[in-house]
């Protein structure tokens, strides 16, 4: 039985945890994660959850409790934006290198400086190679789809690792969207009871967290680390299958949009793909082969698939909402063109930079890239590889 | 030692007391503790505060120092009640 509701995609992801109900939540408020945490804490308030609320004094120790209580041997999880995320980085590495399932939605918002509350993705485009899966959502309705099916994928006794949801702060986390609930028991028998690896709290079995490894191991230890991603594709793919039987909603490692026909492509993350996809309706009606690729699993990336998702095309855009600073490109380009490097026919490749600070992304935008890569096609001509777009000059 | 395919998930120590593995009493460099058993009250605070394995303690009453897990950082000397004003534990010069 599902459920139709008008909620923002912090209401969805807070209700998402309700019914998950974590043992342990440890957080921090910060724009615009804030309101789902709120919610969160209303549930706990009010009784309908038995999950223990840490609020503690920064993001830092938010995460650092989380991962106590995760390897204490509880389902937990948090959530965060922005310098929030950007404060927890240390112990990013050591949730991931622990292997503790811990879930975090991101809100994706710009960081400092200057200040900004809006939406970009460079929180967590900092945090790619930390050794979070991340999971990217278009809408509220992915979002929550998203962050049950996280907990799946973290607690799977083959890979055991921490996941990042990430959806666009205010554009998703305050919009209010129609979306579609599944009831509170599908969702509690399809994440089913907590199985912990390794408890602290298995007092008659003791064991440690955490040991100094030095150069006669920590080498083996990295790969062993490197290895786990390998298994985390199979993972994601069985889960979305599951969660399919119980919403009907199809997931998979990307969404390809009128891909497969078309001539040239547009890769682009999240609530953006939306406003792109009207727009290449628009191209597809006057006669242009145009198509979108929009990934779903950005961390570990799937390279062979998206790969051979584009090689066909003759120019492809990617569309990033983060800069790297130091004359780099965006940090989606770089591993769309990793994942095309080594096929002898590919797309001419360009990067655009867009929406930074919750700068709007209007079709004008995505219709001025699509003549452009027209014009790249037919030319065989890239003029310049990296630009600013909806910038004043 | 071990190669990466035998790694646990998280490098988690699944063996109790593997330290005893590791004898770190070659990291002690100026000082070594010494035991005065005459003013030692068998309190066994050393024993607590001890980071490593080096009080020994036998039938609930203290012996002898284990050089081998000793690094010498002089916390049992400084936790040490002693008996009316005289302690147990002094840090003296390691002869080289």
Known sequence: MTKVVAVTGNEAVANAFRQIEPDVCAAYPITPQTELMQRFASFVSNGQVKTELILVESEHSALSACVGAAAAGGRVATATSSQGLALMWE???????????????????????????????????????????????????????????AFRIAEDMDIRLPVMV???????????????????ETVKSFVGDYKPLFPLLDVDNPKSFGPLILTDLYHEVRKAHSETYKKVPQVV??????????????????????????????????SAAGTTKDVIDEYRQRGVKVGLLKPRLFRPFPYEEIGNALKHLKALCVLDRADAFGGSYGPLYLDIAASLCNYSQKPLLINRIYGLGGRDYMPEQAAKVIEELMEIAKTGKVGSLKEYIGVRE | MIGWKDIPPGMVILEAGSAMKIKTGSWRAAYRPKWIEENCIHCLLCWLYCPDNSVKVKDG???????????????????????????????????K
Request: with cysteine.
């Open chain 2, 61 to 95: 009453k203290r012996g002898e120092f284990d050089y081998d897990y000793c690094k010498g950082c002089g916390i049992c000397a400084v936790e040490c009640p002693g008996k009316k004003g005289n302690k147990a534990i002094v840090m003296e010069e390691e002869v």
């Open chain 1, 91 to 149: 112990i990013l590495f050591i949730a991931a290198g622990f292997r503790l399932p811990i879930v975090m939605p991101v809100v994706n918002r710009a960081l400092s400086a200057p200040i900004n509350i809006h939406c970009d993705h460079s929180d967590a485009m900092g945090a790619r190679d930390s050794g979070w899966i991340q999971l990217w959502s278009e809408n509220a309705q992915e979002a929550y789809d998203n962050t049950i099916q």
């Open chain 1, 237 to 270: 793919l069985r889960v979305a299958e599951e969660f399919e039987k119980i919403s009907g909603r199809k997931y998979g490692f990307f969404e390809a949009y009128r891909l497969e026909d078309a001539e040239i492509g547009i890769v682009i993350l999240n």
């Open chain 1, 166 to 184: 990430c959806y666009d702060g205010f554009i998703i986390s305050h919009s209010i969207e129609r979306i579609e609930y599944l009831d509170d």
